[in-house]
């Protein structure tokens, strides 16, 4: 107990809550020194050397349900970090709402001819800011890394790198401003400090397998695995990643259910 609120106090300490206003800071200086679109240009340009088939399956990593898909096993494995990462993306993906429709930015395929950039899919036109994508990327990392004890955040600092190129895939796709982009990575940040913070108080008790709590979860992956196979999220390119994550979560369920400890009668 005595670590956990020493993970507490670590989160809401006021220089960790500060580091998101650097993504933002940037964000604000690009969006006014009139930098949004040759930046746009720039990112969008060079990221064509690598294939789109990366670059989708980058994006999927910001996709709420294949994230969740692709964090799944953790219900086995941290079923803690599983559930930060979960609220940490439905508070992101609350503020995303409010703040999108509130800003009314127009997308790049909104401003710029078609012709002028590159992009995969049908040409999106508005609520640019932020990038929905990038926020759920960082909110689920930053859940997962500020959730996680403090002797074991060392080790995965890289899942902040994976966000970051889920972010730049919503440049190289055609699909955000890297403004966009930045303002997700902030938001996503701030999302997953806080969802950390709530789950911290959940007791370890009522995370054990045959608790009300992972059973929901394992119903949330029951829905993915339907969604999975009978949608296609954000490109085609992502049918065959789709598939695996649906043998990914069915494959972690098996062993949730035979992880269940019978009932004594």
């Known amino acids: 107990m005595t670590e956990q609120r020493k993970s507490v106090l670590a989160i809401a300490s006021i220089w960790v809550w500060c580091i998101p206003l650097l993504p933002l800071g940037l964000a604000i200086a690009i969006y006014f020194g009139e930098l949004q679109t040759p930046t746009f240009l720039f990112i969008n340009r060079y990221t064509q050397i690598l294939p789109d088939t990366l670059w989708a399956w980058l994006t999927f990593i910001g996709n709420g349900w294949g994230i969740f898909a692709l964090c799944f096993p953790l219900l086995l494995l941290a079923p803690r970090l599983l559930s930060a990462g979960l609220l940490a993306s439905l508070i992101g993906g609350t503020i995303s709402q409010i703040i999108k429709p509130f800003l009314a930015l127009p997308r790049p395929a909104g401003v710029l001819a078609l012709e002028d950039f590159y992009r995969i899919g049908e040409p999106l036109l508005h609520r640019a800011m932020p990038s929905g994508h990038t926020l759920t990327a960082f909110a689920v990392v930053s859940g997962i890394y500020f959730a996680s004890d403090r002797d074991k955040r060392n080790s995965l600092w890289w899942i902040f790198i994976i966000a970051g190129f889920a972010g730049i895939s919503r440049n190289a796709l055609g699909a955000h401003w890297l403004t966009d982009v930045l303002a997700g990575c902030a938001i996503g940040i701030w999302s997953g400090m806080l969802g950390a913070l709530v789950v911290r108080f959940i007791p370890d008790g009522q995370l054990s397998p045959n608790k009300i709590g992972p059973r929901l979860l394992a ?3 029951l829905a993915t695995i ?3 196979l009978t949608q296609t999220l954000d490109s085609e390119l992502n049918q065959s990643l789709q598939y695996a994550c649906a043998a990914l979560i069915s494959i972690t369920l ?12």
């Open 219 to 221: 119903l949330g992956g």
């Open 254 to 265: 098996a062993l949730f259910i035979k992880a269940q400890k019978p009932r004594a009668i």
């Open 226 to 228: 339907y969604v999975l």
